[in-house]
């Protein structure tokens, strides 16, 4: 039978209070005020494991948005990449352009000079022909023996006339037409130019928001070390909260109660090969203290007290996962770690062979197993001094 000695004792004492001191309210025994004080250490562990999920949580929340905004600034730096792709292709255009632009200026100065000289020789055919010396002009078509002769010198003057003319009208009418295509050239070079603008505005735009980027990253990355350091303290918490439970355990281990009586069981009925026996051992090179043995078995598969007594802890830790700790009396205690789930609560007595937990893979654990230690007040020793592997 599984009764609450805790419990029982606490109100045993409650009674002898009120008997001897008629009040309900004096000092409480030393029994209840330890229980308490455990509690409140597995409570405050509680209260660091819930903490810790949080901040697990959010560490994984800050990695997320870490990534996030790290393919943000990817998309943004090949956009970047993208747009001056496209500058330097305008650029390059733009110069082409101008090339063109300067051989249509070089085309028109030629043209314009070729019109000025032409157009001086024509002034000074002219000149002399009609006004330096009428005489002469007069000779030169009078000269003509016959009217013929007149109207044919008269007509080479005109046609000489003409054909400068002519020629300057031409020349004029190339160089205005070199200047269209110049004028051509330079509103195409305006219009890249405008898109050249563009491309820069969203060049702009894109370093900014870059910039932008990077302060948030910054920040984030700031927030993600943060919490890794929390999540480090936290850690570090919890293992000194365990190393306080186990101290607790050893403090108050009851030597003064007699070891309870009989032999000693077996844990794990039906299972008895060790995978690891207690000692040194080497796990991953690095040498390590195995504290108790380890005995493979099924899921769930039952595990039971070795010997009657109190369960003094029952709950979860982070290397020993779930985990039942019974003392015996005696200064003897028995553990049985990394179980599945627990059938048992803390302050309850066990009878040997109950059944107090069930066999899982939880806490510092590869496989399912029932790691099983002996602790002689409160130290650990050989578990098989006192178990013998068989049923
Ligand atoms: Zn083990």
């Not at 302050?347 to 029932?370: K, R």
């Amino acid at each position: 039978m599984v009764r609450n000695k805790v419990l029982s004792k606490f109100i045993a004492i409650l009674v002898l209070c009120a008997v001897a001191f008629g009040c309900l309210l004096s000092a409480p025994s030393t029994q209840v005020q330890a229980a308490s004080s455990y509690d409140d250490l597995v409570d405050e562990k509680k209260r660091l494991e819930e903490e810790k999920k949080k901040i697990d949580q959010a560490l994984k929340e800050a990695q997320g948005k870490v990534d996030d905004q790290k393919a943000v600034q990817t998309q943004i730096s090949y956009q970047i990449q993208n747009i001056q792709n496209q500058i330097s292709v305008l650029s390059s255009q733009i110069n082409t352009l101008e090339g063109q632009i300067s051989q249509k200026n070089q085309e028109i100065e030629e043209m314009q000079a070729r019109i000025d000289e032409n157009y001086d020789l024509f002034k000074k055919r002219l000149r002399a022909m009609y006004m330096a010396d009428d005489a002469t002009v007069l000779s030169v078509l009078f000269g003509s023996s016959t009217f013929a002769e007149f109207l044919s010198a008269a007509e080479t003057t005109q046609r000489v006339a003409d054909h400068d003319d002519k020629l300057i009208k031409e020349m004029t009418a190339q160089k205005q037409q070199i200047e269209a295509d110049k004028a051509e050239i330079e509103a195409s070079k305006q219009q890249i130019e405008a898109s050249k603008a563009e491309v820069m505005a969203k060049n702009q735009e894109l370093n900014t928001a870059l910039s932008q980027s990077q302060d948030t990253l910054d920040e984030l990355k700031a927030l993600e070390k943060k919490t890794q350091k929390d999540r480090d303290q936290i850690a570090a918490d919890l293992e000194a909260a365990d190393r306080e439970i186990e101290e607790w355990l050893k403090q108050n281990q009851s030597t003064d109660t007699p070891l309870s009586p009989g032999g000693w069981l077996w844990p794990v009925s039906g299972h008895y090969r060790i995978s690891d026996g207690y000692g040194w051992r080497d796990l991953y090179g690095k040498q390590q203290f195995h504290k108790g043995i380890d005995i493979p078995c099924g899921l769930n598969t039952p595990i039971r007290a070795s010997k009657g007594g109190t369960v003094i802890r029952a709950n979860t830790s982070s290397s020993y996962g779930n985990i039942v700790i019974i003392d015996h009396g005696g200064g003897y205690s028995t553990v049985y770690a990394h179980n599945n789930s627990l059938n048992v609560v803390y302050g309850q007595t066990v009878n040997q062979g109950d059944v107090i937990a069930y066999a899982g893979n939880t806490g510092d654990s590869y496989g399912v197993h029932c790691h099983f230690e002996v602790r002689v007040n409160g130290v650990v020793t050989n578990p098989l001094q006192y178990v013998v592997a068989a049923g």
